[in-house]
């Protein structure tokens, strides 16, 4: 399925997964900056890929369980699918659902997420930036759900 037989060439196909916009109980929200090519930089959800064979369930179980974070309440917002662009030219594509995942505890009592990772930090709502995490909020806020988000990010 991924190499064309009709030209001799890789297809390149979206990566599918799980988009999770994470709060803590006192209102902070969990924000993962990029660090590796193509999108380097760029603010915004935790982004877990699904593994051959596995649910959407245990995608989230999984990524959650490995930063020992426990939800208290999840909930499914939309479908996200996400282009991300470099000077007009689409070097990642992601796509799956986004889900909203409330904490058990405050985000100060998150002091070890599994590892070392710089990437993941908690932020005040109003000091969070990257269309994609822009987005995820305004969906969280509204009672009507679009169905699906159809976004390009420019990295």
């Known amino acids: 399925d991924f190499y064309s037989l009709d030209n001799s060439r890789i297809k ?4 599918s997964g799980v988009y999770l916009l994470i709060f803590s109980a006192d209102g902070k929200i969990l924000v993962y900056k990029n660090k590796g090519v ?21 995608t989230v179980a ?10 208290q309440k999840a909930e499914v917002l939309n479908s996200f699918n996400v282009r991300y662009l ?8 992601r796509t799956g659902p986004l889900l909203k995942i409330k904490l ?3 985000a100060s009592e998150y002091s070890d997420f599994g590892h070392s990772n710089p ?10 930036s990257g269309d994609e995490l822009l987005e995820a909020l305004k969906l969280s806020s509204t009672e ?9 990010i420019a990295v």
Do not use: Q
């Not at 390149?12 to 990566?15: K, S």
């Not at 999984?62 to 939800?71: D, I, V």
């Not at 990437?119 to 969070?128: A, F, G, H, S």
């Open 86 to 93: 470099h000077n007009g030219e689409l070097v990642a594509h």
């Open 38 to 58: 193509p999108i380097n930089g760029v603010e915004g959800m935790m982004f877990g890929k699904i593994r051959l064979g596995r649910s959407y369930l245990k």
């Open 62 to 71: 999984r990524m959650l369980s490995t930063r020992n974070l426990e939800a």
């Open 104 to 106: 058990k505890l405050n």
């Open 12 to 15: 390149i196909r979206p990566i």
């Open 119 to 128: 990437k993941i930090c908690w932020k005040d709502v109003e000091d969070v």
């Open 144 to 152: 009507s759900k679009a169905g699906f988000s159809d976004l390009e």
